[in-house]
């Protein structure tokens, strides 16, 4: 009798093992992994304000966008050397491996969506304006799309970190207030 109930609780913990987490434990984990990526978007904030605040030069905290992006979304690229690239040197990187895929223009509103979906499934999504000299980049972050009047358009969530001697950083905010207009600015996300 004893192997009976011994073999029946076997089954039976085999059978709960192998089912795996239910669907409440995968969106409390997700939920999770979003909490932690938020704080970490605001840690590193909170640390690129205080490179430029302690700035010396101009070429301070130029790293802080590449930091970002692969802090945020558990990536290793953006690095030479083992050091992060600096912000201006984001495009040629992403332009040139082949793990990074152009999604399109944000004059397109499926460019957008695509890229506010891709960030808030886990993917590393980038925005960046080829028209500007120094290729300046925003990291799409997780969260909502917002109808930008400026635009026609609904711009996906973001976060930016300049040059000690640019404007201020922020996060939480849309893409349109980033750049005036999307003319000019391209999506690219890690495959």
Known sequence: MKRVYFFTALLLSAFIVGCGPT?????????????????????????????????????DCKNFTAR??????????????GEY??????FDFVTTDASWKNLGMATVQETLDNAQQMSNDGFAVVAIDTEDKHKL?????????????????NAPTCAAFFPASGPKPFIHKTLNYAFSSPKGIQLWVKK
Not at 39 to 55: G, M, Q, V
Not at 71 to 76: A, F, L, S
Not at 139 to 149: A, C, D, N, P, T
Request: proline share 0%.
């Open 137 to 153: 980049v925003i990291v799409i972050i997780e969260g909502e799309q917002v109808k930008s009047g400026s635009w026609g358009l």
């Open 68 to 81: 970002a992006i692969c802090e945020y979304y558990g990536i290793d690229d953006l690095k030479k050397g």
């Open 85 to 90: 690239v600096e912000y201006h040197d984001i």
């Open 23 to 59: 669907t409440e434990e995968k969106e409390k984990e997700e939920k999770e992994m979003s909490t932690q990526k938020r704080l970490t978007i605001e840690t590193i904030l909170e640390e690129y304000n205080d490179c430029s605040a302690n700035a010396e030069s101009r070429n």
